[in-house]
């Protein structure tokens, strides 16, 4: 496999200047160009006409934070699966056994959020 | 090495340019297709066959009220759609448009960062993305935009592990992370050995969770507007809105152009070893093959949307977790066992 040196690198930071440079341009332009008026009222946030009960610093259901736990288990585990893939011929046999073995507890760990009804929205 | 970097700098600047003018088009289409598919005309008014529709729209955008709720956290608020539209334009760099042009002796990637990591790029940056939709609905201190954000960054999340895991049989495939070295691969049986015909399953893994990652119909619940309003961007107006429009277009292009590197072939087009032409004449065929293979991604996203109903939360949830993640292992193990068998 090929080894990319640092300065493969160099054209990110050209591309992220253009990036940078044109939403910042918009943002000044948008900002500069549009009206502006300000009342107390009209400067509240809006909700469907009808007049807004507190604000959004409210506690969410704790499905959204499960879930976000559960990604970060399972994404490690598919960052983890990257490099075994790319070297997965020179691997051969024994390294597709002890993934399939990894995948066994990965599994086992599945089925008991499944089982446990993690995923279900009710 | 200084005129590589000039041709890098060149071609940046002119892929930027494309994935502008696309995203800016796909808007328009996006209308056009519904009119197409809704038996109407669509927007006409606006120059010939309303081709300068974009641009109303864009000065429109300009020139509307700037608004700001007066609870929302202001920096955090400007923020949100800038960090979506920043990380939407990031990912094109890594893209092979093309193999390369010799000149002068010399040869040149139609690619703007030639690194062996492009996958894991792509998955990066995409990953990003969430943050802007998160931040922007999170700011507004506004009810509904907080749902649709953290719905958002829940499905992203959730489809993002499917999308990850449809990837690996391609890398086992391939045995490298570098997306010129994925198209290469393709390029037996005459520039007609696609992922998408050894690789189905993985192939619409990846295409459902590529709607998830957009936000798009049919899992477009972010922004489900029988529930939420506008979802994360109720509070938005103006040239901020414009830049989360605009940032779906973009990733909408960027989408098209991975599926097509990953499962299509990228710029292999069939015959292209039996052509009698040079090797840079053949490198701009593929190219616009390439371009072409992104148009048709961009359409087959309107149709479905303009086709299909909206999925319910639940069902969206068990779709990614209960049905896609399940698939795309078993896919991973099917693949492996098959490349040990067969010794290929």
Known sequence: MQVSSPQDYLPIIIQFALALGFVVLSMIASHAIGPKRKAKIKDEQWEC???????????????????????????VEVIFMYPWAVNFRYLGW????????????????????????????? | MESVLIFKAIFILVVFGITLL????????????????????????????GLLQPLADAVKMFFKEEFIPSSANKWLFIAGPSLAMLTALMTSAVVPFGDSIIWDGQEFKLQGMEINIGILYVFGIVSLGVYGIMVGG?????????????????????????????????????????????VKGQAGFHGMAWNVFYQPLACIIFIVCAFAECNRTPFDLPECETELVGGYHTEYSSMKLGLYLFSEYT?????????????????????????????????????????????????????????????????????????????????VMITGAVILLTGK
Do not use: C
Request: charge should be positive.
């Open chain 2, 138 to 182: 999170w700011a507004s201190n506004n009810k509904f935009s907080l749902l649709g954000a953290i719905r958002a960054a829940s499905q992203n999340i959730s489809y993002e592990l499917a999308m990850g895991l449809s990837i690996i049989a391609i890398m086992m495939m391939t045995g490298s992370l570098d997306l010129n070295a994925v």
């Open chain 1, 94 to 122: 024994i390294g597709f056994v002890e993934m399939v073995i990894f995948m066994g507890f990965l599994l086992t760990g599945y089925f008991y959020i499944i089982k446990k009804g993690v995923l279900n929205w009710e």
């Open chain 2, 22 to 49: 696309t995203a800016t088009y796909s808007t328009l289409a996006e209308r056009k297709v519904a009119g197409f598919l809704q038996d109407r005309l669509g927007p006409d008014r606006a120059g010939p066959y």
């Open chain 1, 49 to 75: 006409g009808i007049e807004s009960v507190g604000d959004a610093r409210a506690p969410i259901s704790i499905k959204y934070f499960l879930v976000a736990i559960l990604f970060v288990l399972f994404d």
């Open chain 2, 251 to 331: 990733n909408m292009f960027v989408s098209s152009a991975v599926i097509s590197i990953l499962f299509f072939g990228g710029y292999n087009f069939p015959g292209q070893d039996l052509l009698p032409f040079s090797h840079n004449v053949i490198t701009i065929i593929g190219a616009a093959v390439f371009f072409g293979k992104i148009l048709f991604f961009i359409f087959f996203f309107m149709w479905v949307r303009w086709t299909l109903p909206r999925f319910r939360y639940d069902q969206l949830m068990g779709l990614g977790w209960k049905s896609l993640l399940p698939l795309a292992i078993v896919n």
